[in-house]
């Protein structure tokens, strides 16, 4: 019988009284790409949180290598060769730090080390562990500095750096431009060819498809299924992660009446295609791409913030060019920004303010702020929402990260629009919050239009009526939400093919 890398056998964890693992057994194979797929709230990052040494289980056991292996912390794990990069980009870097010191850190460490460090050799040293991941940036760059998805490469080169015998790479390619991605799946190739085990956590389609030898299926806090035959049955696995097949959604999807915001031939680069798209109101359409495929650049374009190369936009029928955030508001165009952590919580404001802080004016008396209304306000919008707290006057830090989502959704939700933009309104939540979210989203949209900027399909069919994918600043393929034609789909967002599968006429 082959021993496995790591092996996981009948894990429970509790936290008070809720079960979050739920007699977890998995195991990790030598020179294995192990997929492990959840939805939000599924238990993975629990799952690895205790591989990693930073809980404990309740019940059950780890095994590597045949041993017996219980790290007491996240260093111990590291020095047993087991390492994990996490989805947190600043968990693996060290910000004020150049590149050259962040990618040697645990090196310098090392009592062996010494007192004194020979600049030279660790610029030298560092240089090679960038090559070997194809890392092109200075070494003496702070890495506060860098790109989000240079900071992304610089972690996972620095877990590399470390030798694992056993890698987790958790959503890896959240942050990474497609060519970045082939990177490091190159990466993953060799260190799959050396027999390092590795348990890859993603739900991503694109990054399934290219690395894994096996898929598990997590759903609820256990286990809901194993993949391993080839060739691998992917809409099963998505099955099983889900608990329903991808396409089935328990809302009709609606044509929408009426063109809100009309594009026509806009260009976003000199080398991408114009893009003619008309969404009407009460639709909520979703524009679904990887990172680099210009829906992020189109988002900054209807809001305001940059300017399309060439062609119009209307609202209403009406010309639109918004030259700032403050047009676009006026002219009843909303956004919610992704990252609420750096774009959009204010720490020390409490609930209310947070949620009313753009319409300040509407709750104020000559120069005085009516705390009675934007407390009135809120409350209903945490009623409507579902946000768990105490009062409206909580301070915001004292919220969970998928009650923070509520109240940033909820702060664009309590005034009247014409067009809603939101930027990845399920990202770090849970599935409830995801389910609250994107039920408010929905019963509110008559009156607008919504349009949902996101990556991620399951997230896409959940709430929206129309998915519209983009690459390379064009638009690819347009499909009604009802029966799905997945593979097309798929086809559409991976650049394969071009599909007009199930198209919006």
């Known amino acids: 019988m082959p021993v496995h890398a790591l092996e996981v056998r009948g894990l429970l964890k509790n936290f008070g009284k809720n079960r979050v693992l739920k007699g977890i057994d998995l195991s990790l194979s030598h020179g294995t790409v192990t997929v492990l797929m959840g939805a939000n709230g599924a238990g993975k990052s629990t799952l690895v949180k205790i591989i990693c040494g930073y809980h404990s289980a309740d019940e059950g056991e780890l095994i590597k290598a045949g041993q017996a292996f219980s790290p007491e912390t996240a ?87 470390r030798k694992p015998e056993v890698l987790i790479l958790d959503e890896p390619t959240s942050s990474l431009s497609a060519t970045e991605a082939s990177r490091l799946f190159a990466l993953i190739d060799r260190l799959r060819d050396a027999g390092v085990a590795i348990l890859y956590i993603s739900h991503r389609m694109s990054d399934i498809r290219r690395i894994a030898d096996r898929i598990l299926c997590m759903r609820d806090g256990a286990i809901s299924g194993v993949f391993e035959d080839k060739p691998l049955d992917y809409e099963a696995a998505v099955t099983a992660m889900l608990g329903h097949r991808m396409n089935e959604v328990d809302f009709t999807a609606q044509v929408g009446n009426g063109p809100v915001l009309e594009l026509k031939d806009v260009k976003l680069t000199p080398t991408a295609e114009a893009i003619n798209l008309t969404c009407r109101d009460g639709e909520v359409v979703a524009l679904i791409g990887l990172l680099g495929s210009g829906k992020s650049r189109l988002a900054e374009v209807i809001y305001g913030i940059s300017r399309a ?5 209307l609202i209403d029928g009406t010309e639109y060019r918004p030259a700032s955030v403050e047009q676009a508001v006026q002219r009843g165009v909303f956004m919610s920004p992704k990252d609420r952590g750096s774009n959009a919580v204010i720490p020390a404001f409490d609930i209310t303010n947070n949620m009313t802080l753009p319409f300040f004016a509407k709750f104020s008396k000559g120069s005085f702020l009516s705390d009675n209304r934007s407390r009135a306000r809120s409350r209903e919008m945490n009623q409507q929402l579902g946000v768990v707290c105490q009062s409206e006057t909580d301070e915001i830090g004292t919220l969970s990260g998928g009650n923070q989502q509520k109240v940033m959704i909820a702060r664009w939700l309590m005034e009247p629009c014409r067009v809603l933009l939101l930027d990845e309104p399920f990202q770090g939540v849970d599935i409830g919050a995801r389910r609250d979210i ?35 600043g064009s638009i690819k393929g347009e499909h009604i939400n009802k029966n799905i034609e997945l593979s097309a789909l798929i086809s559409d967002i991976s650049g394969s093919q071009v599909s007009t599968a199930g198209q919006n006429p």
């Open 309 to 313: 190369l060439s062609g119009e936009m």
């Open 438 to 472: 994107g039920k408010h989203i929905r019963t509110s949209a008559p009156g607008r239009t919504t349009i949902v900027f996101m990556a991620e399909i399951d997230e896409a069919i959940e709430i929206a009526d129309r998915i519209v994918v983009m690459s390379e």
């Open 75 to 161: 260093a111990d794990a590291i020095a047993k060769g087991v390492v994990t990069v996490h989805q947190s980009i600043d968990d693996g870097v060290i910000p004020d730090l150049d590149v050259a010191n962040n990618l040697l850190l645990d090196r310098l460490a090392e009592p062996r080390s010494g007192f004194f460090v020979r600049e030279g050799k660790l610029r030298k040293d560092a240089q090679q562990v960038a090559d070997s991941m194809g890392i092109d940036v200075d070494m003496k760059a702070r890495v506060a500095d860098l790109s989000v998805a240079d900071r992304q490469m610089i972690a996972i080169a620095r877990a590399m750096a």
